[in-house]
């Protein structure tokens, strides 16, 4: 055993961690080694931060922090008792991740004991204390015990997200159910025998616990299920709760559905309102499916699933550079399939993967909270293929990476990002570009690659004079237009089919379902057309007048992201996906796209004069639209454009434009020049602050505050997208480069990644990417790689082209 005089140099810079200091015991800092790698994570006893053997030594020449805590964890596999025969297949019974009855994320895995060894390790020479150790000091030894006794960071992020488990069957308890209004009207409900008050079916009925009408629910996006009659009741009655008819059971338990709170919820006293209506519980019996059998019955009833994971192929699993498969930290499979084609982008990898020695070596106080670290870290840990070997007992999955660490960092200060919830794979590419570009300050940007200008042209519809607008986007939304399907026979007769074996109880095969099928011209098509604009006001003709404006791209990415709108919200507000095929190309030329600006001989429209009337909002619809859940300025838009006319109309035009660009950006009326900031409005102190914390000056910050009315989000996008204006003491005007300063290139691509959800909604389901490997596609499905046999194009919901 080393001398214990080789502590004594450094005992002044060890320190024992309190409740609140964070011990990263679990993971290193810098790279995906933990206690289980070959060599086994180091933990300093001065910042509690965990080191991998690669970086434990940069770090003590760094810092001079020589003592650590080093951890080794033995892994021996428990034996499997012996089976009596393969027995039944488990069937999925609760639409839920982790708990009984749901989907096991660890089935079929193998179980093991864990050892683990400790040892007090100092530098230079990787001197060895072993531990438990009575004769060291006794600082070491109240370090080491607390680093032990601390809660691990992985942890608690865990208990913070809900612990891993997602729950479709959890509800809440209706706020409606308390003191429910229930109409005196002498409606008694008979035990059997119902119908829909408006239509002849006879199941799917929901009776609603107010005035006891039965009424059949929702059409599901397949076609099966109601007539939306119990949902139109609502709308016109506001009677807020009903329950499905069939599921009450005797214990006074039942699929009780909330149109107020627009969710499956909890009533406590759904006997006592059934009695109301002459229902005795203790005489019910449960005779139709539940909501969530529904939707579990749904998912397997589509053949989505097994489409999209090709299930129904011998996949040849795939290990090595670029291969590394990701855990599933719960519902993070939107987060693996954006972060594993981004890094396909050579952008992503000459920053965060060639570049990552050099991130590294600044050693910030803080590396597992420095966006850059962690996200080098991952890029790093899915090129290199160090990562990208078969799970222990496992014949297909891999080891992976865990990237609990980036998870947290890009999720921070998003409610969303960082739950346990599914969440949409295209709102989360969004955020970490901006996250991408934030942090690439005076560094290159990677998210360049995929920024493209976008040229608007809108023309006044009594001048003729025409105005141009750009601005930078990131992804290209395509519309997918149900009426341009090319199989309209096939999908009557499957529809007649399906109709068929429903009235005779049973279910047609999934491999035997026809989904409509869209061309993918006739979806730039849909994009390309005219678009009519009420309310323009056109500054030749110094009034409101009807414009028309067409949308095309000025400049032409190296890498062009194209989102189908998919995502939709039905009339009674609940989110739906189309359930389509798009014939989307392996090639592409999208020449057709190209804007050209302004034309020889073109007239356009002059500024608007500075007295332009502001626009009027109708404060009673607008906080009616907030309640809502749109974004403030959605909602301007719905007023201005509806002109205050009232809420059916506004919500209506809301319901439209839901996945335009701009939906939630600022809202400037059409017609009006924003011609930038006043430089004498004041500016909040606190808000220059934050972004002077940032990098920025703090005239930069009270230009971009200006700029954004003070909002401190909407004005780091504005620093980010007015880069070259930002020392100029010129007051930002319209634009004028049409490219905005992207790059540009020849518009024809080839198909290299596609990202696909299964499910129904965004906020259901399951996410997995296809990517064009060394000319071959590979199927990532979270830590399971492998050979893809049939890549389901024309199923997918983001599609990455390369420039050829």
């Given at each position: 055993?080393?001398?214990?005089?080789?502590?004594?140099?450094?005992?002044?810079?060890?320190?024992?961690?309190?409740?609140?200091?964070?011990?990263?015991?679990?993971?290193?800092?810098?790279?995906?080694?933990?206690?289980?790698?070959?060599?086994?994570?180091?933990?300093?006893?001065?910042?509690?931060?965990?080191?991998?053997?690669?970086?434990?030594?940069?770090?003590?020449?760094?810092t001079g922090n020589a003592v650590?805590?080093?951890?080794?964890?033995?892994?021996?596999?428990?034996?499997?008792?012996?089976?009596?025969?393969?027995?039944?297949?488990?069937?999925?019974?609760?639409?839920?991740?982790?708990?009984?009855?749901?989907?096991?994320?660890?089935?079929?895995?193998?179980?093991?004991?864990?050892?683990?060894?400790?040892?007090?390790?100092?530098?230079?020479?990787?001197?060895?204390?072993?531990?438990?150790?009575?004769?060291?000091?006794?600082?070491?030894?109240?370090?080491?015990?607390?680093?032990?006794?601390?809660?691990?960071?992985?942890?608690?992020?865990?208990?913070?997200?809900?612990?891993?488990?997602?729950?479709?069957?959890?509800?809440?308890?209706?706020?409606?159910?308390?003191?429910?209004?229930?109409?005196?009207?002498?409606?008694?409900?008979?035990?059997?025998?119902?119908?829909?008050?408006?239509?002849?079916?006879?199941?799917?009925?929901?009776?609603?616990?107010?005035?006891?009408?039965?009424?059949?629910?929702?059409?599901?996006?397949?076609?099966?299920?109601?007539?939306?009659?119990?949902?139109?009741?609502?709308?016109?009655?506001?009677?807020?709760?009903?329950?499905?008819?069939?599921?009450?059971?005797?214990?006074?338990?039942?699929?009780?559905?909330?149109?107020?709170?627009?969710?499956?919820?909890?009533?406590?006293?759904?006997?006592?309102?059934?009695?109301?209506?002459?229902?005795?519980?203790?005489?019910?019996?449960?005779?139709?499916?539940?909501?969530?059998?529904?939707?579990?019955?749904?998912?397997?009833?589509?053949?989505?699933?097994?489409?999209?994971?090709?299930?129904?192929?011998?996949?040849?699993?795939?290990?090595?550079?670029?291969?590394?498969?990701?855990?599933?930290?719960?519902?993070?499979?939107?987060?693996?399939?954006?972060?594993?084609?981004?890094?396909?982008?050579?952008?992503?990898?000459?920053?965060?993967?060639?570049?990552?020695?050099?991130?590294?070596?600044?050693?910030?106080?803080?590396?597992?909270?420095?966006?850059?670290?962690?996200?080098?870290?991952?890029?790093?840990?899915?090129?290199?293929?160090?990562?990208?070997?078969?799970?222990?007992g496992s014949s297909g999955e891999?080891?992976?990476?865990?990237?609990?660490?980036?998870?947290?960092?890009?999720?921070?200060?998003?409610?969303?990002?960082?739950?346990?919830?599914?969440?949409?794979?295209?709102?989360?590419?969004?955020?970490?570009?901006?996250?991408?570009?934030?942090?690439?300050?005076?560094?290159?940007?990677?998210?360049?690659?995929?920024?493209?200008?976008?040229?608007?042209?809108?023309?006044?519809?009594?001048?003729?004079?025409?105005?141009?607008?750009?601005?930078?986007?990131?992804?290209?939304?395509?519309?997918?237009?149900?009426?341009?399907?090319?199989?309209?026979?096939?999908?009557?007769?499957?529809?007649?089919?399906?109709?068929?074996?429903?009235?005779?109880?049973?279910?047609?095969?999934?491999?035997?379902?026809?989904?409509?099928?869209?061309?993918?011209?006739?979806?730039?098509?849909?994009?390309?057309?005219?678009?009519?604009?009420?309310?323009?006001?056109?500054?030749?003709?110094?009034?409101?007048?009807?414009?028309?404006?067409?949308?095309?791209?000025?400049?032409?990415?190296?890498?062009?992201?194209?989102?189908?709108?998919?995502?939709?919200?039905?009339?009674?507000?609940?989110?739906?996906?189309?359930?389509?095929?798009?014939?989307?190309?392996?090639?592409?030329?999208?020449?057709?796209?190209?804007?050209?600006?302004?034309?020889?001989?073109?007239?356009?429209?002059?500024?608007?004069?500075?007295?332009?009337?502001?626009?009027?909002?109708?404060?009673?619809?607008?906080?009616?639209?907030?309640?809502?859940?749109?974004?403030?300025?959605?909602?301007?838009?719905?007023?201005?454009?509806?002109?205050?006319?009232?809420?059916?109309?506004?919500?209506?035009?809301?319901?439209?434009?839901?996945?335009?660009?701009?939906?939630?950006?600022?809202?400037?009326?059409?017609?009006?020049?924003?011609?930038?900031?006043?430089?004498?409005?004041?500016?909040?102190?606190?808000?220059?602050?934050?972004?002077?914390?940032?990098?920025?000056?703090?005239?930069?910050?009270?230009?971009?505050?200006?700029?954004?009315?003070?909002?401190?989000?909407?004005?780091?996008?504005?620093?980010?997208?007015?880069?070259?204006?930002?020392?100029?003491?010129?007051?930002?005007?319209?634009?004028?480069?049409?490219?905005?300063?992207?790059?540009?290139?020849?518009?024809?691509?080839?198909?290299?990644?596609?990202?696909?959800?299964?499910?129904?909604?965004?906020m259901v389901g399951h996410y997995?990417?296809?990517?064009?490997?060394?000319?071959?596609?590979?199927?990532?499905?979270?830590?399971?790689?492998?050979?893809?046999?049939?890549?389901?194009?024309?199923?997918?919901?983001?599609?990455?082209?390369?420039?050829?």
């Amino acid at each position: 055993m080393a001398s214990l005089d080789l502590l004594t140099p450094h005992l002044s810079k060890i320190k024992i961690p309190s409740s609140q200091q964070l011990v990263y015991k679990d993971e290193c800092v810098y790279s995906f080694d933990n206690p289980e790698s070959e060599t086994g994570l180091y933990v300093s006893l001065t910042s509690f931060l965990g080191f991998g053997r690669n970086y434990v030594e940069q770090y003590f020449q760094k810092t001079g922090n020589a003592v650590f805590l080093h951890i080794f964890r033995d892994k021996i596999p428990i034996p499997e008792p012996e089976q009596t025969g393969d027995g039944p297949e488990k069937k999925i019974t609760r639409l839920a991740i982790g708990v009984e009855g749901g989907f096991d994320p660890d089935c079929g895995k193998p179980k093991f004991t864990y050892t683990d060894h400790y040892n007090v390790v100092v530098l230079p020479g990787f001197h060895t204390f072993p531990w438990p150790n009575d004769s060291l000091p006794d600082v070491v030894k109240q370090s080491v015990q607390g680093a032990l006794e601390a809660e691990s960071p992985f942890k608690i992020a865990e208990m913070e997200a809900l612990a891993g488990t997602w729950d479709g069957e959890k509800r809440e308890v209706s706020v409606y159910s308390v003191n429910l209004q229930q109409l005196n009207n002498g409606v008694k409900v008979p035990p059997s025998g119902w119908k829909c008050d408006k239509c002849d079916l006879t199941n799917n009925l929901w009776l609603n616990l107010t005035d006891g009408t039965i009424l059949c629910g929702r059409r599901f996006f397949d076609g099966s299920g109601g007539n939306d009659h119990a949902v139109e009741h609502y709308r016109e009655t506001g009677y807020p709760l009903a329950v499905k008819l069939g599921t009450i059971t005797a214990e006074g338990k039942g699929d009780v559905y909330s149109y107020a709170e627009d969710d499956m919820v909890e009533d406590p006293y759904l006997a006592d309102h059934l009695k109301h209506f002459g229902i005795n519980v203790q005489q019910l019996q449960k005779t139709e499916k539940s909501m969530v059998e529904l939707e579990l019955e749904l998912n397997r009833r589509t053949g989505e699933w097994n489409t999209l994971q090709e299930s129904g192929s011998d996949l040849r699993p795939l290990h090595g550079p670029s291969l590394t498969g990701l855990t599933n930290l719960g519902n993070s499979c939107y987060i693996n399939s954006v972060v594993q084609v981004l890094f396909r982008i050579p952008d992503f990898i000459r920053r965060y993967v060639e570049g990552a020695p050099e991130i590294f070596s600044t050693f910030p106080e803080d590396p597992a909270n420095d966006f850059n670290v962690q996200t080098a870290k991952l890029g790093v840990g899915l090129v290199s293929g160090r990562y990208a070997r078969p799970a222990d007992g496992s014949s297909g999955e891999q080891a992976g990476i865990a990237p609990h660490m980036f998870r947290r960092v890009v999720g921070r200060g998003h409610a969303e990002f960082t739950s346990k919830r599914q969440q949409d794979a295209h709102e989360f590419y969004l955020h970490l570009l901006t996250l991408v570009e934030r942090h690439s300050r005076h560094r290159s940007d990677p998210s360049e690659s995929l920024r493209f200008a976008v040229e608007e042209r809108v023309q006044c519809g009594e001048s003729g004079a025409a105005r141009y607008q750009a601005r930078a986007e990131r992804h290209l939304p395509l519309p997918v237009p149900l009426p341009a399907a090319d199989n309209a026979a096939q999908l009557r007769a499957y529809e007649q089919r399906r109709a068929a074996a429903e009235a005779s109880g049973q279910r047609l095969d999934p491999s035997q379902i026809v989904r409509p099928h869209i061309p993918f011209q006739a979806c730039l098509d849909s994009f390309m057309k005219e678009e009519v604009i009420e309310q323009f006001f056109s500054s030749a003709v110094n009034k409101k007048v009807t414009a028309r404006k067409i949308t095309r791209l000025a400049t032409f990415p190296d890498y062009l992201l194209i989102q189908l709108k998919k995502f939709t919200i039905k009339e009674d507000w609940t989110p739906a996906k189309l359930d389509v095929a798009v014939d989307m190309p392996w090639e592409v030329d999208l020449s057709v796209l190209r804007g050209r600006g302004v034309q020889p001989g073109e007239t356009l429209l002059p500024d608007a004069p500075p007295d332009t009337p502001a626009p009027v909002y109708d404060e009673a619809l607008l906080a009616k639209l907030l309640d809502m859940g749109f974004p403030v300025e959605a909602c301007k838009k719905s007023l201005y454009y509806t002109n205050n006319s009232g809420m059916e109309a506004a919500s209506n035009w809301l319901m439209e434009h839901m996945t335009d660009w701009d939906f939630d950006s600022k809202f400037e009326p059409p017609g009006s020049q924003n011609t930038g900031a006043s430089a004498n409005v004041a500016v909040d102190e606190a808000s220059v602050e934050q972004i002077t914390s940032m990098g920025f000056t703090s005239a930069q910050a009270a230009r971009a505050l200006r700029s954004t009315d003070g909002d401190v989000a909407r004005a780091l996008d504005w620093i980010f997208s007015h880069a070259d204006q930002l020392d100029s003491d010129v007051p930002s005007a319209p634009v004028q480069d049409r490219t905005l300063g992207c790059r540009d290139g020849p518009e024809k691509y080839k198909l290299v990644a596609f990202i696909s959800h299964m499910g129904t909604s965004t906020m259901v389901g399951h996410y997995v990417c296809h990517i064009l490997h060394e000319g071959r596609w590979v199927i990532f499905n979270d830590n399971k790689v492998a050979l893809s046999e049939n890549p389901p194009k024309d199923l997918g919901y983001l599609y990455l082209y390369e420039r050829l």
